[in-house]
């Protein structure tokens, strides 16, 4: 992917990236130059945001934490639930 720099210095990072990682305006990022390249590091990863989607074999609506949310077993699932007030 390819972006430029602004005559204010600035470089917009291409929308597939920022989705990828979960960036949003405001985020912090270190900078630092290794081996000649511009080095961007999110300085910590943002919280995954749970949604409501519909389901598309069921069309019934479930709790998505998209792509990149960790896998529960039956059992965290149940040990989650027997929390929840």
């Known amino acids: 992917m390819q972006t430029k720099i602004?005559?204010?210095g600035q470089?917009?990072?291409p929308s597939a990236i920022r989705r990828r990682l979960g960036?949003?305006?405001g985020d912090p990022?270190?900078?630092n130059v290794e081996a000649g390249?511009?080095?961007l590091t999110p300085r910590r990863a943002r919280r995954l945001r749970a949604r409501i989607i519909k389901d598309p074999v069921t069309g019934?609506?479930?709790l998505s934490a998209g792509?990149?949310?960790p896998?529960?077993?039956s059992k965290e699932v149940e040990d989650i639930l027997a929390d929840f007030p």
């Open 71 to 73: 896998v529960l077993t």
């Open 6 to 8: 602004s005559t204010k």
């Open 11 to 13: 470089v917009v990072l």
């Open 37 to 39: 390249r511009i080095v």
């Open 60 to 62: 019934l609506p479930v």
């Open 29 to 31: 990022l270190d900078a």
């Open 67 to 69: 792509p990149d949310a």
């Open 23 to 25: 960036l949003r305006a």
